[in-house]
């Protein structure tokens, strides 16, 4: 299916824990993007990407890693998983910095 | 750090009648984009207007941008129970020399149409 998907839509996890967040998009955006939403903050850049093997910190990176070996996916990795991570987690792709951003539907993260 | 500020907060209102939200920022931007969230769900792209322009419409959909004010304004005409959704403004900001752009976005409106 075209567009940009992520999964897994829900996840439950206990502190302490290593979890992946997949995020998968089918027209070869050069842009990749992670934000957080929690209530009362939008939308936080958490780390963005501006082509395979090219990945920087955004925002909030702290307790967060990514990596970028192929330009249609763009996987986020919490290291060990804080109580202050839960969230729900978006990712989007960009054709280029300034253009419209395409977001996934979302994963909701809960971090017990 | 958030550059673009909506209000109101939340705005509740009847089908047919008119929406204003207004989005504030503080730095100079290269442009400025309105989405839509329904509950639950992604961000969808409305509308981009680039900080040369004015005004910008499309469908129902009216924006403004006043960039010696650093504001823009979405006004969503005739609205419908479907335009229930949050709307967030996301101006863009450059990251470093090399010219990335990221957009911030601000809390977002809370559109309340009811039949």
């Known amino acids: 299916d075209a567009g940009i998907t992520q999964s897994p839509r829900y996840k439950i996890t206990e502190t302490g824990r290593q979890v992946t967040l997949m995020c998968h998009q089918t027209?070869?955006?050069?842009?990749m993007f992670w934000y957080r939403q929690d209530l009362g903050h939008g939308l936080r850049l958490i780390y963005y990407?501006?082509?395979?093997?090219?990945?920087d910190k955004g925002e909030v990176p702290d307790g967060y890693v990514v990596s970028r070996s192929k330009t249609e996916n763009f996987p986020l990795t919490l290291e060990s998983a804080t109580r202050s991570q839960t969230s729900v987690y978006f990712c989007?792709?960009?054709?280029?910095?300034?253009?419209?951003?395409?977001f996934g539907p979302g994963t909701r993260l809960t971090v017990l | 750090s958030q550059q673009g500020e909506e209000d109101p907060q939340a705005l509740s209102i009847q089908e047919g009648e008119n929406a204003t939200m207004n989005c504030s920022y503080k730095?100079?931007?290269?442009?400025l984009q309105w989405y839509r969230q329904n509950s639950g769900r992604g961000l969808v792209h409305l509308i981009l207007?680039?900080?040369?322009?004015r005004e910008k419409h499309s469908g129902r959909l009216r924006v403004t941008l006043d960039t010696s004010k650093k504001s823009s304004s979405l006004l969503i005409t005739a609205s419908r129970a479907a335009d229930t959704a949050s709307y967030f403004c996301?101006?863009?900001?450059?990251?470093?020399?090399?010219?990335?752009?990221?957009?911030?976005f601000g809390a977002g409106t809370r559109l309340a149409v009811h039949p």
């Open positions: 989007a792709s960009s054709a280029s910095s300034y253009n419209e951003q395409f």
């Open positions: 027209w070869s955006h050069s842009y």
């Open positions: 990407s501006a082509a395979a093997d090219i990945t």
């Open positions: 730095t100079s931007i290269n442009n």
């Open positions: 207007i680039r900080s040369n322009e």
């Open positions: 996301a101006t863009d900001e450059i990251l470093f020399s090399g010219g990335y752009n990221k957009l911030i």
